[in-house]
């Protein structure tokens, strides 16, 4: 298995806030990696670092072997490195389908590429996906009309359609109703097998992220805490600590 | 213009001189600027009224130094002192208990804030040509210091009156929508205002007399206009009288809790409203008093305000709200740099520098903010 | 109604009818009421200035103050194209730029005016061009003042520009022909030419907005960042809508230019706080983002706007600035927008009538 995406000693402050200290993590291909931590830990600051949307004070990231440090956002969305949000973001005005077909794959796109319809494939696909996760009946609401969990399902169902190569989903759980998130888990564990999506999981749900992740970091005031199998880390004192505010 | 910059460079005197005429401009750009970002922080609204404030204030002004004192004065300023009542009543913690419901004091306001307009208008033709031979037959009343001042003193309770008059009747619907909205709602007034200032009070370009000499150095190289100096001692003056006012007073502070939480404030007990209404007069006041400084160093026209405001939003977000010594700084900077540029690029293309430095500061601090990106967009 | 699915198309029946009436009144316009040719002329440059503001404002999101500046540019572009090739430019222009010391023939003055229009389109893309890769960068209200700024430095600017006259302003050459046929001629034909160019922006402008251009903004002002972290690329679309909509005002411009003849830079070309904010006001008014917004806004405030200027002359921007606080206070999602909102069916939307239970919802 190759190396997806590796992390290397990066760091990053916020004035004098250090959000981010010397972390390393490194995610293999078609791995569902977790990373957990107290509020704080500096999870979503770790998440913006990779995906370009701020540049890191120290460090270097790759992803498929290529450098992306310096890289923008745009850019590395479109080299296969997608993210989902915290508050979770979707386009209120659009349609959901409308939503589903800007989601498309724009790798190689020139410029008469943006005059283009919309094919056949794309539609199908779209509507294959929003039945994936359950939204068929209301591919025709505007996106800003739906439930606060719908749209988080949403915002997933649009991360797929863009073909990604690794998704790093901030908190997917969060605020869904708790007889849905079985399903939730079902769908992240298929788009992973199915797919061959490569996932790295940011959870406070511990029932979810142990049973779906493969290996664990967990992250506590910007640094890296522990790493290992599930069953290690929630035995691991330090992680138990550190959420308890022990350390 | 590389002749002029040479020209600078080989007169050091000639240099110092034109940028400590900048300095004194810069003053009073630093004041409108402070007004613009007390509305821009606490009530969310770009003010783009903020030059035709400036410009009443200093028609204000205008018309006290040319009247004195005069009987047909009487007529706008009865109407005037209706309105500071209606305004006072709707600012005052009676007008829960007088009026049963909230429309009643905007009905009010509108109705004396159209009364006004009306004599104003009605008089408006007649009016100077009237109090000038009025004045003519009574004589002018007060040492020309005096009237420089009172026009100050007087200005800055009337634009307090009219600002909060505006806020009454169409602002507070605006608080609290976006940015956008607030633009296009308060160049609505601004155009409105522009045309009224034109058509009630005068379409000359005017001045007002303030009757004060002008020192001058190094044989007359560096002139230092005493009106000039005034205007920066006063500028500084109300800045810390602002600053003291915010800091200590409980209306300030009310101010200040609204302005980084306004639901919270509401839940404290803060009548937020007033709070607006009292920030958005105060800005008014600023502007007017900041007009009047204006009259009397260059002049006032009915349609020349938009460049006030956009040299106030320049100020603003080059400083960031919420740093009253940035504003300072950048109000006098702006003002040595538009009289520097002024000289050097020829005085046909000042306004031009001052609006496409606007474009320059926003695209700078866009790239500067993007380098860091320290900040969620 | 649907294509493929994604209802983006508005093209149904009941639309184009609508519009068919519409090209017929506008064809017969001319010929029906006579008199108001002149007035019908400015109302279609009033449609055209607010569909293509909506392209920037109302489907991407980038409130513009500052597209009169490609109105503007286009303008004296095709003045320096219709006058530099028959005359000296310094020297008509410090001739005061007299209409009569340049007479042209029918075939010249074609040839300037469609050259000058060629040269008005290009020059107003290349502005939105160059200007935009600084400028886009901005974001909401700093955009928006931004562009202002923009648009009073370029008529200043212009002013100090002696070439073209600075400050007094320059004069197209005038139609050829003296006579009241002549002129009758002249303001037909640009009455077409108007209509013409307001109807190619408008299909143009439609048939883009269905196309993966018209999503790819969509996403820009629902949400810019998420567009970004989808991979779009946002510079490329919001250089592309500008550019579009500076070609068509840059044309715009000099149709304009020469209906008027005599134009100057900072009343005729960049007026900023006029035509500049009319063209935010009508779509506002009319609602942002909708089919028929523009043209609803477009003839509302045309219409009022003429009856002030006719009936309230001396207080006309007193009567505009309430109406301009009416709007913004009371229509802030415009006619369209509230209509939307009330009647969301006569749209072809989706409404859920009432929650489904055991759906997908949380």
Known sequence: MSVMLEVTSVSKNFGGVVANRDISIRIEQGEIVGLIGPNGSGKTTLFNSIVGYHPVDAGSITFEGREITRLRVPKIARLGLLRTFQQTRIFGKMTCMENMAVSLPNRQEGLMAAFSRLSTAAIDRAEELLEFVGLHSKRHLRGGDLSFGQQKLLEFAMALMNEPRMLLLDEPTAGINPTLINGLIDRLQRANQQLGITLLVIEHNMRVIMNLAERIYCLAHGQLLAEGEPSAIQNDQRVIDAYLGAS | MVENLILLLENPVALLDLILQGLMMGAVFALIAYGMALVWGVMNIINITQGEFVILGGFVAFYFSEWGISPLLAVPMAALILYVIATGLYLTPIHGLVFANRLRPWLLAAGVFVASAAGFFVSGASLV?????????????????????????????????????????????IVGRDLFTSILATFGISIFLQQFMNEALTADVEIANHGLDTWSFVGGDITIEQIRLIALIFALLIGVLLALYMRKSRAGQAIRATAQNPRAARIMGIDTDRVYARTYALNAAICGSAGALVAMIWAVQAYGGLVYTLRAFMVVIFAGLGNLVGVIVAGLGLGVAENLAGFILGLEFQIAFVFGLLVVVLIYRRIRLSFARKVLS | ???????????????????????????????????????????????????????????????????????????????????????????????????????????????????????????????????????????????????????????????????????????????????????????????????????????????????????????????????????????????????????????????????????????????????????????????KGTFWGPLIGAVLFHVTKELFWSYLLGLQYIALGILIVVIVVFFPEGIMGWFRAHYPHWFGEKVEPAKEAGEASS
């Open chain 2, 129 to 173: 040509p009237a109090v000038k031979e009025s004045v003519a037959n009574w004589g002018s009343l007060a040492p020309a210091v005096a009237i420089g001042v009172d026009s100050l003193l007087v200005t800055i309770p009337v634009m307090f009156v009219v600002g909060g008059g505006l806020y009454t009747t169409v602002l507070r619907h």
């Open chain 3, 1 to 287: 109604m649907s294509a493929g699915g994604i209802q983006r198309d508005p093209f149904n029946r009941t639309t184009l009818l609508i519009l068919l009436a519409i090209a017929a009144i506008g064809i017969a316009g001319p010929f029906v009421a006579a008199d108001f040719t002149k007035q019908l002329t400015i109302f279609w440059v009033m449609v055209l200035i607010s569909y293509t503001w909506d392209t920037m404002g109302g489907q991407m999101g980038y409130n513009s103050f500052g597209n009169i500046v490609f109105f503007g540019v286009g303008m004296y572009a095709s003045a320096i194209v219709q006058i530099a090739p028959y005359t000296d430019l310094t020297a008509y222009t410090a001739a005061g730029g007299q209409g009569s010391a340049l007479v042209l023939d029918l075939g010249q003055y074609f040839l300037g005016l469609g050259l000058g229009a060629l040269a008005a389109g290009v020059s107003g893309l290349l502005v939105a061009v160059i200007v935009g890769s600084g400028i886009l960068g901005l974001r909401g209200h700093y955009f928006a003042i931004g562009t202002l700024a923009l648009s009073i430095f370029a008529a200043e600017m212009v002013s100090g520009w002696e070439l073209v006259g600075g400050g007094s302003g320059i004069t197209m050459p005038g139609y050829p022909g003296t006579t009241i046929a002549s002129e009758q001629e002249k303001t037909l034909i640009f009455y077409f030419l108007c209509f013409a160019l307001a109807g190619t922006a408008f299909s143009l402008l439609q048939w883009l907005y269905s196309t993966r251009f018209g999503l790819a903004i969509n996403a820009i002002r629902d949400d810019e960042d998420k567009a970004e972290a989808m991979g779009i690329k946002t510079a490329r679309y919001k250089t592309m809508a500008w550019a579009i909509s500076g070609f068509f005002l840059g044309i715009c411009g000099a149709l304009y230019g020469n209906l008027l003849i005599h134009v100057d830079p900072r009343d005729t070309a960049f007026d900023g706080a006029g035509l500049g904010v009319w063209m935010v006001l009508m779509v506002v008014l009319g609602g």
